[in-house]
């Protein structure tokens, strides 16, 4: 016996009601990013921008599997996007200086270097080579979690030896 709270919300369900929020909270989102950004200046421009982003998004979500590589490639930029903020907010919270200027600004070659390999890590992992014909390479989450266990010590013990090699040279 299905009620009528549930019969509401599947009818609501197979109305597309869903498809519209979507449209709406990644409307709002990027709406929101662009107006606290102020770019671009023109806020007629920023619509445009939030509009189209927004039935991108609808697309990926309801789109037969052909848009399966971009919805993959989305996803993966956001979150690989996120956590790379979420390293810069780090890196500045705690003060990562070399000499008087960030680290950023002594090292782009090697930051430079880093984005290019997550960039070419997201595009494998999207299903890119598919794209262009090649083979896809399978690497399952227990062999990706292994290798950023193995990435994060070596960036650890890197920075204990670097610690302590500074406070030696320091005394």
Do not use: C
């Amino acid at each position: 016996m299905v009620t009528p709270i549930e019969a509401f919300i599947v009818s609501l369900r197979d109305a597309g009601v869903t498809l519209i929020l979507l449209w709406a909270l990644t409307l709002s989102i990027v709406w929101g990013l662009l107006h606290h950004a102020g770019i671009p200046k023109s806020i007629s421009a920023r619509g445009v921008i939030s509009i189209a982003a927004a039935f991108l998004v609808l697309l990926a979500a309801a789109a037969s599997p052909a848009v399966a590589f971009l919805q993959n490639l989305i996803v993966a930029t956001v979150l690989i996007a996120f956590g790379l903020i979420m390293a810069v907010l780090f890196l500045e919270l705690t003060g990562v200086k070399v000499g008087e200027g960030s680290v950023f600004k002594a090292h782009p070659k090697f930051f430079a270097s880093a984005l290019l390999i997550i960039i070419l890590a997201v595009f494998v992992g999207a299903g890119g080579l598919n794209i262009i014909g090649l083979p896809s390479i399978d690497i399952s989450t227990s062999v990706m979690a292994f290798i950023l266990f193995i990435a994060v010590m070596v960036a650890a013990i890197y920075v204990m030896i670097h610690e302590t090699s500074a406070g030696k040279e320091k005394k």
